[in-house]
Nanobody, 124 residues
Framework: VQLQASGGGLVQTGGSLRLSCTASGGTLSSYTLGWFRQAPGREREFVSAVRWSGGGTRYADSVKGRFTISRDLAKNTVFLQMNSLKPEDTAVYYC??????????????????WGQGTQVTVSS
């Protein structure tokens, strides 16, 4: 499975962006799809994840109530709708897949098939 992330850009504080992560070369039915972000000099940080079969979701506390993860089964795509963006959301956003147990999905070390990343910059 190959992942392609897109949708990043430059927005002002309070603005919105929608990121997309599209899979090709295989089915996602046995995977959890996760979004992570990485700012310069920092570790890759969990943002959100969705279980492809069943649609269960999880969010980092820092984005709860502002970000929404969803999936389009027909398009093999996961979306991350980001509202009320803050300067601290600035980072490169990556999507990846995992088959790890649900309790471990916030750990980036369990993910693979990473997409190339998309830059999100929020100006103050």
């Amino acid at each position: 499975v190959q992942l392609q992330a897109s949708g990043g850009g430059l927005v002002q504080t309070g603005g919105s962006l929608r990121l997309s992560c599209t899979a090709s070369g295989g089915t996602l039915s046995s995977y959890t799809l996760g979004w992570f972000r990485q700012a310069p000099g920092r570790e890759r940080e969990f943002v959100s994840a969705v279980r492809w079969s069943g649609g269960g979701t999880r969010y980092a506390d820092s984005v709860k109530g502002r970000f929404t993860i969803s999936r389009d089964l027909a398009k093999n795509t996961v979306f991350l709708q980001m509202n009320s963006l803050k300067p601290e959301d600035t980072a490169v956003y990556y999507c990846g897949t995992t088959r790890i147990v649900w309790s471990e999905i916030s750990n980036h070390k369990h993910y693979y098939n990473w997409g190339q990343g998309t830059q999100v910059t929020v100006s103050s």
